[in-house]
């Protein structure tokens, strides 16, 4: 899904972490990275719930990721720490010993594998694109039928960088959050937004106006869209004890449990 960007936070942030170096097995806790602004996935609340772990004294994180991390948790014998952090930081965090785990919908590419280890995927979906209704976009079934229109994605993400896969496209200057690239296509700045399917079933469903184009076999975007979980190139008994737990998920939790968050999830706004 996601792409890793270069950043160069790792420095800062290894200064900054001090006792949060203390290993997750030390302090029984298992801290978590994630945006907490990428439902279904993850998104920030001010309720508690049965599914929320709780991330400021307002706010609480909810979504497929925090359900999953508390679930790989509860098999360790841990308790879950959501710890809230912007996409780029993600990595740069991991390997300062800020958090960790990388819980965020994060796709393995070789340039992450570079940096971290990934465990087997835990989630996988299809890739799509979501367009007002009514636009002269609903019902085409080709993403080369997508040259010559305005089509926008999430800086350093795959949901970037596949449009250039698509001859003649109008590629706009990628935006930091996907509320953001909400909003800019129900202003009509954009003709259509890069999703995965389950985020973008979500987005329509708490935004009537918008519709989801799917492709044709063969027709649509060439992308990995499996997720995993990213750990530590030197916690490898961590990455051991979390790829067991994950295990014993089974395939049919796990589409519930994004179900579920589909369902769940509240209306996308900036």
């Given at each position: 899904?996601?792409?890793?960007?270069?950043?160069?936070?790792?420095?800062?942030?290894?200064?900054?972490?001090?006792?949060?170096?203390?290993?997750?097995?030390?302090?029984?806790?298992?801290?978590?990275?994630?945006?907490?602004?990428?439902?279904?996935?993850?998104?920030?609340?001010?309720?508690?719930?049965?599914?929320?772990?709780?991330?400021?004294?307002?706010?609480?994180?909810?979504?497929?990721?925090?359900?999953?991390?508390?679930?790989?948790?509860?098999?360790?014998?841990?308790?879950?720490?959501?710890?809230?952090?912007?996409?780029?930081?993600?990595?740069?965090?991991?390997?300062?010993?800020?958090?960790?785990?990388?819980?965020?919908?994060?796709?393995?590419?070789?340039?992450?594998?570079?940096?971290?280890?990934?465990?087997?995927?835990?989630?996988?979906?299809?890739?799509?694109?979501?367009?007002?209704?009514?636009?002269?976009?609903?019902?085409?079934?080709?993403?080369?039928?997508?040259?010559?229109?305005?089509v926008l994605g999430q800086s350093n993400?795959?949901?970037?960088?596949?449009?250039?896969?698509?001859?003649?496209?109008?590629?706009?200057?990628?935006?930091?959050?996907?509320?953001?690239?909400?909003?800019?296509?129900?202003?009509?700045?954009?003709?259509?937004?890069?999703?995965?399917?389950?985020?973008?079933?979500?987005?329509?469903?708490?935004?009537?106006?918008?519709?989801?184009?799917?492709?044709?076999?063969?027709?649509?975007?060439?992308?990995?869209?499996?997720?995993?979980?990213?750990v530590s190139k030197e916690n490898t008994?961590?990455?051991?004890?979390?790829?067991?737990?994950?295990?014993?998920?089974?395939?049919?939790?796990?589409?519930?449990?994004?179900?579920?968050?589909?369902?769940?999830?509240?209306?996308?706004?900036?």
């Amino acid at each position: 899904m996601k792409k890793l960007s270069i950043a160069l936070l790792i420095v800062l942030l290894a200064g900054c972490a001090g006792n949060s170096n203390a290993s997750s097995d030390e302090s029984g806790v298992l801290r978590v990275g994630m945006e907490c602004d990428y439902a279904p996935f993850n998104w920030t609340q001010p309720e508690q719930s049965d599914t929320t772990v709780q991330i400021s004294s307002a706010d609480y994180a909810d979504g497929y990721d925090v359900v999953i991390a508390s679930m790989i948790a509860e098999k360790l014998g841990m308790e879950v720490q959501v710890v809230k952090t912007d996409w780029d930081s993600l990595i740069p965090s991991l390997n300062a010993g800020a958090i960790d785990c990388i819980i965020a919908g994060m796709t393995e590419t070789p340039e992450r594998a570079e940096a971290v280890n990934f465990t087997t995927p835990y989630y996988e979906s299809d890739m799509v694109v979501i367009v007002r209704k009514d636009s002269e976009l609903v019902g085409i079934d080709d993403i080369q039928q997508l040259s010559g229109y305005r089509v926008l994605g999430q800086s350093n993400t795959t949901y970037d960088d596949i449009i250039d896969q698509i001859d003649g496209v109008v590629h706009m200057t990628p935006l930091s959050t996907y509320p953001r690239m909400i909003l800019s296509l129900q202003a009509e700045e954009a003709d259509a937004i890069t999703a995965e399917l389950p985020v973008a079933n979500g987005v329509v469903a708490a935004n009537p106006d918008l519709t989801i184009v799917t492709f044709a076999e063969g027709k649509g975007f060439t992308v990995d869209t499996s997720v995993s979980i990213a750990v530590s190139k030197e916690n490898t008994e961590l990455l051991n004890s979390i790829q067991h737990a994950l295990d014993e998920i089974s395939f049919e939790q796990r589409l519930q449990i994004m179900q579920d968050a589909v369902d769940r999830q509240p209306a996308i706004a900036e």
